[in-house]
């Protein structure tokens, strides 16, 4: 055996090559360097995915949200006062008060979710809808309920006897049903002048 020969099997015995059945092939090793980018992937599509889930949570927004004012009332079709006769964790239901554009049977209610009963109610009327932060065109104002309980389900707070101004087709807007204290609200006037302009 020449010297070139010898170098050749101490290297191929190094390798542990040999098997009973001759020169086999070299083991595998495992491969730290690869493995580290593949965890890093895992973990990169793992966050995509509860990313994903939490932004898709609703396959589309609800009616009305995102809308402006004059969005609001020219796309709803039915929009009238009603009073809160019933308020549960799971229903808000309603007694009508005044029809203000279409017609609506004298009570009907709104399903909800998230927010139960107990929770704090905020009753405000922006002073009587005077204040600039309920006209304000900031997407903050015009399309998150106060409640903060997203934009998939009704969750808003009720009190119960209050009045409301009740977008019936357009439950998605943050002002879709907004309390009405007196008879002078601005933002009842301003409704109830743009349905009588044709919107």
């Known amino acids: 055996m020449n010297t070139l020969s010898v170098v050749l099997v101490k290297h191929l015995?190094?390798?542990?090559?040999?098997?009973?059945?001759?020169?086999?092939?070299e083991k595998p090793r495992p491969c730290f360097?690869?493995?580290?980018?593949?965890?890093?992937s895992l973990y990169t599509l793992i966050f995509s995915i509860f990313l994903s889930l939490e932004?898709?949570?609703?396959?589309?927004?609800?009616?009305?949200?995102?809308?402006?004012?004059?969005?609001?009332?020219?796309?709803?079709t039915t929009i009238v006062l009603a009073k809160t006769i019933k308020v549960?964790?799971?229903?808000?239901?309603?007694?009508?008060?005044?029809?203000?554009?279409?017609?609506?049977?004298?009570?009907?209610?709104?399903?909800?979710?998230?927010?139960p009963k107990s929770v704090k109610h905020i009753s405000t009327d922006f002073n009587r809808h005077i204040e600039p932060t309920f006209w304000s065109n900031s997407l903050?104002?015009?399309?998150?309920p106060p409640s903060k309980g997203g934009i998939c389900n009704i969750a808003f707070t009720y009190e119960l006897g209050e009045v409301y101004l009740v977008f019936r087709e357009s439950w998605g807007h943050a002002h879709s049903n907004e309390i009405i204290k007196s008879e002078d609200d601005k933002w009842l006037a301003y409704v109830k002048e743009s349905v009588a302009s044709g919107l």
């Open 88 to 115: 549960t964790d799971k229903v808000v239901v309603f007694e009508l008060v005044e029809n203000i554009k279409g017609e609506s049977e004298k009570e009907f209610f709104w399903r909800r979710s998230r927010i």
């Open 140 to 144: 903050l104002v015009r399309r998150s």
């Open 55 to 76: 932004v898709c949570a609703c396959p589309a927004p609800p009616p009305g949200y995102g809308l402006s004012h004059s969005q609001l009332i020219e796309k709803t």
């Open 33 to 40: 360097k690869r493995y580290e980018p593949m965890k890093v």
């Open 13 to 25: 015995a190094n390798k542990q090559i040999f098997t009973s059945k001759g020169i086999g092939r």
